[in-house]
């Protein structure tokens, strides 16, 4: 049950902006937007997250639209090394609550 | 000053044997998790901790048995493994307050099983 739709991969070259779409039509009041992602052989990193507040970190910036279906992860300036796996996920932050990995997207930046 | 560690790193093994992966996180946080990332990438929870009390438990077979001996470490025990099992093993840890989780997740760098 998937919340998330993701296109599975987008390239972009050195230096320039990434932007990573997503999409969650079905989104609840209480539900918040996270983005991690995967590079290859490692464990999975916490990028950012936001609940309807575009927000900004040392890593990202996370623009979510007002009606709040969808999202952009903005990587500004994306080196080689942000080549990775990039996991949209939306759940609430109940105690329970937990991460669900759908496919992501797989970002490629070329030189 | 890693903050979450997994022990071992690489674990082949045959068909029927039992194993144990460890895991430990010097964060402080009080809840930790295990994910299970097979062939085809899918990454998917199997359980949850939280101050040495399982909190998730997904439909995961019971050969399986997450060991909490303290809030640092969460082990995880597998019996009679068989060949899907192989997978890389993945231990986070994450920081509630009252009930609130941030879900920001630390994960450990893996554990790649292989069932012979």
């Known amino acids: 049950d998937a919340k998330t739709t993701q296109p599975p991969s987008m390239d972009c070259a050195e230096g320039r902006a990434a932007n990573l779409p997503c999409n969650h039509s079905?989104?609840?009041?209480?539900?918040?937007v996270y983005w991690y992602r995967q590079i290859h052989s490692q464990g999975p990193q916490y990028i950012i997250h936001?609940?309807?507040n575009n927000e900004t970190n040392e890593m990202a910036s996370l623009i979510i639209t007002e009606d709040r279906k969808s999202s952009t992860l903005i990587l500004p300036h994306a080196t080689l090394r942000d080549t990775a796996v990039y996991y949209c996920?939306?759940?609430?932050?109940?105690?329970?609550?937990?991460?669900?990995f759908g496919k992501g997207i797989t970002l490629s930046v070329r030189p | 000053d890693t903050a979450v560690s997994q022990t071992p790193k690489y674990l082949v093994t045959q068909m029927g044997n039992d194993k144990s992966i460890k895991c430990e996180q010097n964060l402080g946080h009080d809840t930790m998790y295990w994910y299970k990332q097979d062939s085809k990438k899918f990454l998917k929870i199997m359980f949850s901790y939280n101050n040495k009390e399982l909190i998730i438990n997904e439909t995961v077979p019971n050969r399986f048995s997450p060991k909490s001996p303290d809030k640092a470490h969460l082990n995880l025990h597998i019996n009679s493994l068989e060949l899907g099992d192989s997978a890389v093993y993945f231990c986070?840890?994450?920081?509630?307050?009252?009930?609130?989780?941030?879900?920001?997740?630390?994960f450990g760098p893996g554990t790649r099983l292989t069932v012979l």
């Open positions: 986070a840890s994450s920081q509630e307050y009252e009930n609130y989780n941030y879900n920001e997740q630390f």
């Open positions: 996920i939306v759940l609430s932050t109940g105690a329970n609550s937990k991460l669900t």
């Open positions: 936001g609940l309807k």
């Open positions: 079905t989104i609840s009041g209480n539900e918040y």
